[in-house]
């Protein structure tokens, strides 16, 4: 079943300008539920646009994107915002941690706008670090984490709104192979839990990983191919 249908999907930038570029190029996908799909391609290849698309962080030129079934592009700004909210969670490459707060109140952010009781919001974050094996460094400032803290507070904080699509960014950009093994364990776990994950990467350690369904190969802002 197609959670995620993307149909004749473009995007350009600065468009009629003498510098316009064209990210991406009337792709097609469906990206099933319940799923581990990556995107593969070398850097500029249009992946991280792709992923942007897809998890409604910016609109298409042209083309549709469905989500369950519900095209979702043409949705005004606060309904695309409230279904980001809700269905994505994000790992970025860069883990973007806020400097001076604790690993908890960074993980717990997403969760704010919601206007959930701060204290349901704390005790999910908790359980979620008892989870990840990480409960001791809740109250550390995020610049004393090493890098496996930092990257399994980010997967926290991706998943505050129990979301039920995980979006990854070349999420082993700044990990050492034996803390990429170790992500891949954990994305293998949410998987399992049911989530549907899309991640983007030209690392063989992602895309050779067992716990991959499907790559689909990108290159020049098109799909080349998909291996299963």
């Not at 908790?126 to 496996?148: D, M, P, T, V, Y």
Request: one cysteine or more.
């Amino acid at each position: 079943m197609a959670m995620i249908e993307l149909r004749d999907v473009r995007k350009v930038f600065n468009s009629g300008k003498p510098n316009e570029f064209s990210a991406v190029q009337g792709i097609s996908l469906n990206i099933e539920a319940g799923k581990v799909t990556v995107l593969k391609g070398p850097s500029g290849s249009g992946k991280t646009t792709l992923l942007t698309l897809i998890g409604c962080m910016a609109r298409p030129t042209a083309g549709r994107i469905m989500l369950s079934d519900r095209e979702i592009m043409s949705l005004p700004e606060r309904f695309l915002t409230e279904i980001r909210r809700k269905t994505f969670g994000f790992i970025f490459q860069q883990f973007n941690l806020i400097k001076g707060i604790t690993a908890l109140e960074n993980a717990m952010l997403p969760a704010y706008p919601t206007g959930e009781k701060f204290s349901s919001i704390r005790k999910r974050g908790l359980h979620l670090f008892e989870l990840f094996n990480i409960a001791r460094k809740a109250n550390s400032k995020a610049e004393w984490l090493s890098g496996g803290e930092a990257q399994r507070v980010t997967i926290v904080r991706a998943l505050m709104n129990n979301p039920s699509v995980i979006i990854a960014d070349e999420p082993t950009a700044h990990l050492d192979t034996k803390l990429s093994v170790e992500l891949m364990d954990i994305l293998e776990k949410l998987k399992e839990d049911g989530k549907t994950l899309l991640l983007a990467s030209h690392d063989s350690l992602v895309y050779e990983s067992g716990a991959v369904d499907r790559v689909v190969n990108v290159r020049d802002g098109r799909i080349e191919g998909a291996e299963e």
